[in-house]
């Protein structure tokens, strides 16, 4: 195979109670990515679409996770890579890890898939790292294993896919403002009290359980987030009641997707996830502000052929 | 049924990553109490064996928690408590939640079970509140549950069973010493790093996870204490040799028990067990502390009728 084209979802991380660990990834939204080999060594972005992102490939995040790629393989060859850049930067639903995650699965698919999927991580994470200074996980994991992922460690990096219930959904709203993981990572306190700490590994374990356990009752009372949600929200224009609406028109619970602004909602069925988009989209049209909104099953397969 | 005879397990608690949240009830462990009805209202201790404990019912855990089930029940008698007490006080094992839960499930059992297992454990919670000063839920929701249980929430209390892979054993090291619930809580920070925290919550789901998927591995991964073992352990004679011993000999982890100075290992299969037991005598032995030593596997069942 010399050229392919993927598919690579848009992921929420933290999903409330596992800020840094947990993340899960959409399925009807995210970029695509063609990409070749070439004889050339290293990497050439020759064509972006849809935004206005750096081509070269040191600043680039499916650059730079490719180039790590590289850096480990013994392919004397290059590539060269095409994004359709679908998912807006800097919109807290994983857009570089998307990127990063699409360009070192392509690769490892044209090489004969010499690299496990932890290896692609790490890739991926390299990207992370250039986008937001913290070469974090909670993204690229869900959009390399698909479903839900917990990140149990960095130090060595394990990765614990978690099954994800059939009929889950999940609605995302993006309003139409940037806030920079950087920035955003900036305003959170260094320490947390012990019993915020007890609280939090209390829902994450609900949460996990609900999850193997397709109870979406035990899923809605496990998604809280007393420690970050708190302090990032106010940064979030009318994020209490997008909240507060969405779980009024039924969904299981709600909260920032990753470092926001985006907010994500999680609901039993398509008919409801349905319901709180039109709650969501109701309380920005009242308040003018502009936004998208995406509802989408939670993928179960990651990162994807398409051509 | 006019009088009844239970087991109520001794149960680990916090079990490494899962402070003040997670438990699990043991099955070679625990005491014995044979409760009757009478007519006289109230709680009466008529016997108890093995330790010197308070025989009125207000100061004894036993007493408290059954008058907090009477307090929220229409029957218009009383009960009379025999206790077998063969957890020692102090050890860090539950044994104030043992008797606490002996009681009021045997209660519960001769009114005809007109309580939820939820309520038994806010009753029990009482005595545990009598021991330690603390409502605390992680060693009354095992034994009343079986097998592991997560506290996911206190207010609303919310317990969440767990499942509990065949083959897990704990071995339980305890050294001679008696160290008070409520001191060793006085040495904890009442603030954690947002860093010792995400550790934490990931091995939490890590753990979770491993229970559900019956991943030993995993499961052993997962147990680590970041936040209170490396406070905690200071008290306990040896800690860390036991411990590191006890994974040389086979361990999938170990900790502090509860709130110590009992030491827990957990094992895939009774041989490793058994092989982790001898290293820990092994070490107490070396240096002439005094112990007792449990080997058991993970109960399923909780508190049970024996007559």
Request: charged fraction near 20%; include cysteine; proline fraction near 4%.
């Given at each position: 195979?010399?050229?392919?084209?993927?598919?690579?979802?848009?992921?929420?991380?933290?999903?409330?109670?596992?800020?840094?660990?947990?993340?899960?990834?959409?399925?009807?939204?995210?970029?695509?990515?063609?990409?070749?080999?070439?004889?050339d060594k290293g990497i050439r972005?020759?064509?972006?679409?849809?935004?206005?992102?750096?081509?070269?490939a040191?600043?680039?995040?499916?650059?730079?996770?490719?180039?790590?790629?590289?850096?480990?393989?013994?392919?004397?060859?290059g590539?060269?890579?095409?994004?359709?850049?679908?998912?807006?930067?800097?919109?807290?639903?994983?857009?570089?890890?998307?990127?990063?995650?699409?360009?070192?699965?392509?690769?490892?698919?044209?090489?004969?898939?010499?690299?496990?999927?932890?290896?692609?991580?790490?890739?991926?994470?390299?990207?992370?790292?250039?986008?937001?200074?913290?070469?974090?996980?909670?993204?690229?994991?869900?959009?390399?294993?698909?479903?839900?992922?917990?990140?149990?460690?960095?130090?060595?990096?394990?990765?614990?896919?978690?099954?994800?219930?059939?009929?889950?959904?999940?609605?995302?709203?993006?309003?139409?403002?940037?806030?920079?993981?950087?920035?955003?990572?900036?305003?959170?306190?260094?320490?947390?009290?012990?019993?915020?700490?007890?609280?939090?590994?209390?829902?994450?374990?609900?949460?996990?359980?609900?999850?193997?356990?397709?109870?979406?009752?035990?899923?809605?009372?496990?998604?809280?987030?007393?420690?970050?949600?708190?302090?990032?929200?106010?940064?979030?224009?009318?994020?209490?009641?997008?909240?507060?609406?969405?779980?009024?028109?039924?969904?299981?619970?709600?909260?920032?997707?990753?470092?926001?602004?985006?907010?994500?909602?999680?609901?039993?069925?398509?008919?409801?996830?349905?319901?709180?988009?039109?709650?969501?989209?109701?309380?920005?049209?009242?308040?003018?502000?502009?936004?998208?909104?995406?509802?989408?099953?939670?993928?179960?397969?990651?990162?994807?052929?398409?051509?």
């Amino acid at each position: 195979m010399e050229k392919i084209k993927v598919f690579c979802p848009a992921t929420i991380a933290n999903v409330s109670c596992g800020f840094d660990v947990l993340g899960l990834a959409l399925d009807s939204v995210g970029d695509e990515m063609t990409v070749r080999k070439t004889a050339d060594k290293g990497i050439r972005i020759s064509k972006i679409i849809g935004q206005d992102l750096p081509m070269e490939a040191e600043k680039n995040v499916a650059g730079v996770a490719g180039l790590a790629l590289l850096a480990k393989s013994d392919y004397d060859g290059g590539f060269e890579i095409e994004i359709d850049k679908r998912i807006k930067p800097g919109s807290g639903i994983g857009s570089s890890a998307a990127s990063s995650t699409g360009a070192v699965w392509a690769m490892n698919e044209l090489l004969g898939n010499p690299f496990s999927k932890l290896e692609l991580v790490q890739f991926a994470m390299e990207g992370e790292k250039l986008a937001s200074d913290v070469a974090h996980a909670d993204n690229v994991a869900p959009a390399i294993y698909g479903g839900f992922t917990l990140v149990r460690s960095y130090e060595p990096l394990d990765i614990i896919p978690i099954p994800t219930p059939s009929e889950l959904y999940a609605t995302v709203i993006h309003p139409q403002i940037e806030i920079k993981t950087s920035d955003s990572r900036k305003i959170l306190k260094t320490t947390i009290s012990m019993q915020q700490g007890i609280q939090q590994w209390g829902n994450l374990g609900g949460l996990v359980a609900g999850l193997f356990q397709n109870d979406y009752d035990l899923i809605g009372r496990s998604l809280h987030d007393h420690i970050v949600e708190p302090i990032r929200s106010i940064l979030i224009p009318a994020f209490d009641d997008i909240k507060a609406n969405a779980l009024k028109a039924g969904a299981l619970g709600s909260g920032i997707s990753g470092s926001g602004p985006s907010i994500f909602a999680l609901s039993k069925g398509e008919e409801t996830a349905k319901q709180v988009a039109e709650s969501m989209k109701k309380t920005y049209q009242n308040i003018a502000v502009d936004f998208d909104i995406h509802i989408s099953k939670v993928n179960s397969q990651g990162v994807k052929k398409i051509a």
